[in-house]
């Protein structure tokens, strides 16, 4: 056992699989856990030191630590939560009929943890276990735990996989915690003290989003795969040498590269070839619902960029890109063009610098697509960048800047609306662009 020097007296309402996990990982690193459960058979299989059910290693974790005295259950009561540092909460979230999520149990056990709660001497800190949509905790918070100033909250996904939990719990792969208060955030991180690797702790909302983040990731990576593998079979190739050549590139395909918030994509590569992709498909009667949504996907994205930038005050816009992405002079198929084109539709006034667009060294099908989407192109664009700042009452960032352009543009003073990431308050003068 590798227990930790900061133990804590841990509550854990629920003992489905992530509780009944949790309860016993907790107690094997050294902490004193008591489980709480309105199923009968699954407290009584823990007092009676067995696992309420079947996943590999966990009745041996629970024999010995209930044996042990680091792990009990029962029913909850003022005495119990008295003494406890931490109230984890394991409940499920099941699906509604229209797919939002029923927090009717995650109610009923702050509920009755409200209503057992006596004066305390130290703070308890509620942590949320159970998969909750951002903004849940400080409802909770802010609702059935208003009249309580003692009560912090904490959420702290998990990532345990049935038939793998216990390994999942005691080598994991990811740590999340957030909470309303740095303190409570650490309190929880400090549970996790004696496991490998280190505790990501983040805002309460990016706790709570990244739980779905990660899901919806794992289940689009499937999707793909199998997309990919059914039409790689159709076409004669082999699907299993496919996928694992492409995972063997670890610098763009299994890495953090593309996954980053930003604009939307463009290009003579990307549009092309899932066009092409779906074409085929389509021609062999396949049908890749995911990979025909990738475009529709990226013009929505392209969608919402036109419509923020049409928010925008002041006729006179100025762009600071053109290209597709920044280091090339390729205009084909750029989200930029797109978005210019409809601005002056809608009558604005558009100035655009890019540090690579030459038009007098622009040609072939490169020259043919800017030309036939902006025919006048070469009254919109300037020399410089203070050409460009002296002709725009707004400015739009559409590739990222070299650090010091940025800090020049950053110290323009005019408001900046930069596309190349996400931000909560998209328009501000972004200091933080050098």
């Not at 004066?119 to 735990?145: A, D, H, M, N």
């Not at 400090?190 to 794992?218: Q, W």
């Not at 006034?349 to 030459?358: A, E, T």
């Given at each position: 056992?590798?227990?930790?020097?900061?133990?804590?007296?841990?509550?854990?309402?629920?003992?489905?699989?992530?509780?009944?996990?949790?309860?016993?990982?907790?107690?094997?690193?050294?902490?004193?856990?008591?489980?709480?459960?309105?199923?009968?058979?699954?407290?009584?299989?823990?007092?009676?030191?067995?696992?309420?059910?079947?996943?590999?290693?966990?009745?041996?974790?629970?024999?010995?630590?209930?044996?042990?005295?680091?792990?009990?259950?029962?029913?909850?009561?003022?005495?119990?939560?008295?003494?406890?540092?931490?109230?984890?909460?394991?409940?499920?979230?099941p699906s509604q009929a229209n797919g939002n999520i029923d927090l009717s149990h995650?109610?009923?056990?702050?509920?009755?943890?409200?209503?057992?709660?006596?004066?305390?001497?130290?703070?308890?800190?509620?942590?949320?276990?159970?998969?909750?949509?951002?903004?849940?905790?400080?409802?909770?918070?802010?609702?059935?735990?208003?009249?309580?100033?003692?009560?912090?909250?904490?959420?702290?996904?998990?990532?345990?996989?049935?038939?793998?939990?216990?390994?999942?719990?005691?080598?994991?792969?990811?740590?999340?915690?957030?909470?309303?208060?740095?303190?409570?955030?650490?309190?929880?991180?400090?549970?996790?003290?004696?496991?490998?690797?280190?505790?990501?702790?983040?805002?309460?909302?990016?706790?709570?989003?990244?739980?779905?983040?990660?899901?919806?990731?794992?289940?689009?990576?499937?999707g793909f795969a199998n997309e990919i593998g059914s039409l790689a079979f159709n076409?004669?190739?082999?699907?299993?040498?496919?996928?694992?050549?492409?995972?063997?590139?670890?610098?763009?395909?299994?890495?953090?590269?593309?996954?980053?918030?930003?604009?939307?994509?463009?290009?003579?590569?990307?549009?092309?070839?899932?066009?092409?992709?779906?074409?085929?498909?389509?021609?062999?009667?396949?049908?890749?619902?995911?990979?025909?949504?990738?475009?529709?996907?990226?013009?929505?994205?392209?969608?919402?960029?036109?419509?923020?930038?049409?928010?925008?005050?002041?006729?006179?816009?100025?762009?600071?890109?053109?290209?597709?992405?920044?280091?090339?002079?390729?205009?084909?198929?750029?989200?930029?063009?797109?978005?210019?084109?409809?601005?002056?539709?809608?009558?604005?006034?558009?100035?655009?610098?890019?540090?690579?667009?030459?038009?007098?060294?622009?040609?072939?099908?490169?020259?043919?697509?800017?030309?036939?989407?902006?025919?006048?192109?070469?009254?919109?664009?300037?020399?410089?960048?203070?050409?460009?700042?002296?002709?725009?009452?707004?400015?739009?960032?559409?590739?990222?800047?070299?650090?010091?352009?940025?800090?020049?543009?950053?110290?323009?003073?005019?408001?900046?609306?930069?596309?190349?990431?996400?931000?909560?308050?998209?328009?501000?003068?972004?200091?933080?662009?050098?």
């Amino acid at each position: 056992m590798n227990e930790i020097s900061n133990r804590q007296n841990v509550i854990v309402m629920g003992l489905g699989y992530v509780g009944c996990v949790s309860s016993a990982c907790l107690a094997e690193i050294g902490h004193t856990v008591f489980g709480v459960d309105r199923d009968a058979h699954k407290v009584q299989s823990i007092r009676a030191a067995l696992s309420p059910f079947y996943e590999a290693g966990l009745g041996d974790l629970i024999r010995k630590n209930v044996t042990g005295g680091r792990l009990r259950a029962g029913t909850l009561d003022e005495k119990v939560l008295g003494e406890a540092d931490v109230v984890m909460l394991c409940v499920g979230t099941p699906s509604q009929a229209n797919g939002n999520i029923d927090l009717s149990h995650l109610r009923r056990v702050c509920d009755d943890i409200s209503s057992l709660l006596l004066p305390r001497t130290k703070r308890l800190v509620v942590t949320v276990r159970s998969t909750v949509f951002p903004g849940t905790c400080e409802t909770l918070l802010e609702t059935i735990f208003a009249h309580r100033n003692d009560v912090d909250i904490v959420s702290n996904p998990e990532f345990l996989r049935e038939g793998t939990a216990v390994k999942d719990f005691m080598e994991p792969s990811l740590l999340v915690v957030g909470g309303n208060t740095e303190a409570a955030a650490q309190q929880i991180a400090n549970l996790y003290a004696g496991l490998p690797g280190d505790v990501s702790i983040v805002s309460l909302r990016t706790a709570e989003m990244i739980k779905y983040a990660c899901n919806a990731f794992h289940a689009v990576k499937i999707g793909f795969a199998n997309e990919i593998g059914s039409l790689a079979f159709n076409l004669g190739v082999d699907p299993e040498q496919v996928m694992e050549t492409v995972c063997r590139d670890t610098k763009l395909n299994i890495s953090p590269a593309y996954l980053k918030p930003g604009f939307a994509f463009g290009g003579s590569c990307l549009p092309k070839d899932l066009r092409a992709l779906t074409f085929r498909a389509s021609r062999l009667d396949i049908k890749l619902p995911m990979l025909e949504s990738v475009l529709r996907s990226n013009e929505e994205h392209l969608g919402r960029s036109i419509r923020e930038v049409l928010a925008l005050s002041g006729k006179r816009i100025g762009f600071f890109g053109l290209a597709f992405k920044e280091g090339t002079d390729d205009l084909r198929e750029s989200p930029v063009i797109a978005i210019v084109e409809h601005l002056i539709g809608k009558g604005r006034d558009i100035r655009i610098f890019d540090p690579h667009i030459q038009l007098e060294d622009i040609y072939g099908s490169n020259l043919n697509f800017v030309v036939s989407a902006l025919p006048h192109i070469g009254k919109l664009l300037v020399k410089n960048v203070d050409h460009l700042l002296s002709s725009c009452d707004t400015l739009v960032i559409a590739q990222k800047p070299l650090a010091t352009v940025g800090a020049q543009l950053a110290g323009s003073g005019l408001p900046i609306l930069d596309l190349t990431r996400i931000s909560a308050n998209p328009l501000s003068s972004v200091a933080d662009l050098a």
